[in-house]
């Protein structure tokens, strides 16, 4: 399964990395120089939890920024509540 965020699609991307080289004018050197640059993954922070979607229980991966900012809802602690026969009950 991918490292994807199932609420706002956050996924793996990819940058660079720029390896440098002196001293900075502000500090009293020429400036700095690139010597190199490689590639690399900006990993998102995902995390698989349980979270009501459509009414159901469903375990999903999701951002913890998403997790965080209350796009995800999380279930009940007591699994009687997801009965039918107790849906019933509350809506009357």
Same mark, same amino acid.
């Given at each position: ?8 699609? %956050? &996924? ?11 001293k ?5 050197g020429?400036?700095? +120089?690139?010597?190199?640059?490689? +590639? %690399?993954?900006?990993?998102?922070? =995902?995390?698989?939890?349980t979270?009501? =979607? ?7 991966k999701?951002?913890?920024?998403? =997790? &965080? ?5 999380k279930?009940?602690? %007591?699994?009687?509540?997801? &009965? ?7 809506g009357?």
């Open positions: 399964m991918p490292r994807v965020c199932e609420f706002t699609g %956050r &996924r793996t991307s990819s940058g660079n990395t720029y390896t440098h080289r002196g900075a004018k502000y500090l009293g020429v400036g700095t +120089k690139v010597t190199g640059k490689t +590639k %690399r993954k900006f990993k998102p922070n =995902i995390k698989a939890i979270a009501v =979607i459509d009414g159901s229980v469903v375990r999903v999701a951002s913890t920024k998403a =997790i &965080r900012s209350g796009l995800v809802v279930p009940l602690k %007591r699994k009687y509540a997801y &009965r039918p026969d107790a849906e019933q009950t509350q009357e």
